[in-house]
């Protein structure tokens, strides 16, 4: 690995830490919708893949650490992953302990990439022997992986229910662009339904807004009040492993090691159970929210971590909720990458570790650092001059570019198709994952029938 190389992973890497801080803290920033389009267009523009990654683990480990903030001072989630913190980071809030919920999950945040880097690469390292078993059935493994998905989450019969008729619309749409010539016969198109899928409820919302009476009903004469606290002064930088207690330590530990094993299942379900599950013994309410989010905090950078890195070392397939979502450009961003041909094949192992080491590494010093000291100021930037339609709007116009690239004007009509679709389907809780899965098995399934 050149110098050269080296500092345009440290460029790379900085930048997302500073970008993904600001993005993070915004309310509803969901982390698939915001990371997966940036890191897909640096992969199209030719990036090179150990500097994309070094940017991808950067902005990961960035958006989680800043979870702390919105959570803590606003009661606000700034995504999917960071709903279960809620309800125990109010709970200290309520006490006049905001500085601590927000010092909790951040250590605990440091402490999930402390286990899970060195696991990951382990568990990669492990599974290398039984990739080629696992690609062979790819195809029936997506499709198995929907079924599962479908059957753990909440609206179990709606997702099972939905998995044949959104891949006939998937397909069904491939075979139109071939038919018409859109693309050439043989050609997938996938990335833009990957994206309209990724931000399908926003487009459903968006077309709602043409609707006269769902309009009407969105209107309101109140502005919606959020009260900030006033912040403790912090003088010095903590020690996130003094901020903890050797409990929350040890089940923030425990917690991470867990994600990394079963890093194919849900990481918003994982977060949920694991946390609730380790904190319900605890009696007293203070120290039973501290040590939830502490858990929750870690389980969530845990699951993100090794569901990007096992996948994308050991197989090159993603096969996981978050190597097919957040993580999905890092596998399939054609014409660039393809299942064939991606990181997993282009980078080797000290690539992997480097990029890894660096991103965290350097995402962990910022954002802590920011998260800590800066909060309150934070949130009040985020709020008072970010609106959150304007980076939605950003992603959207990205997303229609992307699909004019992909097979001209008939496509941006297929991608609002799918979007709203799957913005439907996500309401009536089909998740991400389910979706995602069906989009990679609807060629076998289809074939199959």
Known sequence: ????????????????????????????????????????????????????????????????????????????????????????????????????????????????????????????????????????YGDIVFFIGAILLALMSKARIISMVSILPFALLIQGLRYLYWEIGAVPKGTNVFTSFFLAITIGPAILSLFELLNKEKRKAMKTKDRKVIHLRKENAIEALPNPFRLL???????????????????????????????????????????????????????????????????????GIPLSPVAIGPANPLFHAEPVFTLEHNMHHVLGMGDFVWATLLGAGIASAFTYFIAVKYSRRICLFVFQRIPHEAIMGLFLSLVLLLAYMDGGFVNIAGVLLVGIVAGVLYRLGVNYGVLFMILYAAPWLIRSL
Do not use: W
Not at 19 to 36: C, K, N, Q, R, S
Not at 283 to 303: F, G
């Open 1 to 136: 690995m050149s110098f050269t190389i080296i500092i345009q992973m440290i460029a790379a890497a900085t930048l997302a830490a500073v970008l993904y801080t600001i993005v993070g803290a915004t309310p509803g920033a969901d982390e698939t919708a915001t990371l997966a389009p940036i890191t897909l267009i640096l992969v199209l523009t030719g990036m090179e893949p150990v500097v994309v990654l070094a940017f991808f683990i950067s902005a990961m480990v960035a958006c989680k650490l800043i979870d702390a903030v919105p959570i803590s001072v606003a009661g606000i989630p700034a995504g999917v992953m960071s709903t279960p913190m809620v309800e125990h980071a109010q709970t200290l809030k309520e006490e006049g302990l905001t500085d601590v919920s927000i010092r909790k999950i951040a250590s605990g945040a440091i402490i999930g990439n402390v286990v899970s880097i060195p696991v990951s690469l382990f568990l990669a390292s492990a599974l290398i022997p039984f990739a080629n078993i696992m690609k062979e």
């Open 245 to 315: 207690t050797k409990k929350e330590i040890g089940y923030s530990a425990f917690a991470s090691l867990i994600g990394c094993i079963m890093f194919i299942l849900s990481p918003v379900g994982l977060t949920i159970f694991l946390g609730e599950l380790l904190a319900s013994r605890t009696k007293d309410p203070i120290q039973k929210a501290s040590l939830a989010v502490s858990c929750m905090s870690a389980l969530a950078q845990a699951t993100y971590m090794a569901g990007t890195l096992i996948p994308l070392i050991a197989l």
